[in-house]
């Protein structure tokens, strides 16, 4: 069976545009589902949100808060996505650790394919990494 060549030259998917998703409806627990009306998911994106009005995230990066990212059973969560990079998702993320979240969006923002070493990572986002998705195949038309 004949094999397609591919081109060995591969696009570089450092410096590509990240998309930071930030999970709005977590809640604090089953118990206390809100705090003065809202979610621990609204407080992370007001905490990431307020990193990044100063100015300390990738200039080529976007924030998105989202209604869901699927992580439920274990809140609070954040996704980070990059054409050609592994899909990472953190869970049990809280306020404080808005700051780490923007780090490693640099790190991630840096990194050749996102799959980023867990020794690379703040130490408050280490054992939280709880999705790893490899990085959609490239169609070739």
């Not at 591919?6 to 809100?34: D, F, M």
């Not at 990193?51 to 969560?77: I, Q, Y």
């Not at 869970?91 to 808005?98: F, I, V, Y």
Request: aromatic letters at 6%.
């Amino acid at each position: 069976m004949a094999r397609a060549k591919h081109n060995s030259k591969r696009t570089s998917c450092k410096r590509q545009p990240v998309t930071l998703y930030i999970c709005r409806s977590c809640v604090w627990s089953e118990a206390k589902r809100e705090r003065d009306g809202k979610r621990q998911g609204e407080f992370l994106f007001e905490a990431i949100k307020r990193e990044v009005d100063l100015s300390r995230s990738p200039k080529n990066s976007t924030l998105r808060a989202v209604h869901c990212l699927n992580g439920c059973k274990s809140p609070c969560n954040v996704a980070f996505r990059s054409p050609g990079k592994h899909g990472l998702r953190f869970s049990h993320l809280t306020p404080e650790n808005a700051g780490d979240v923007l780090s490693f969006l640099s790190s991630y923002y840096d990194s050749e394919d996102g799959d980023i070493p867990e020794t690379k990572m703040p130490v408050s986002m280490r054992n939280k990494l709880t999705v790893r998705t490899p990085p959609p195949r490239i169609r070739s038309h």
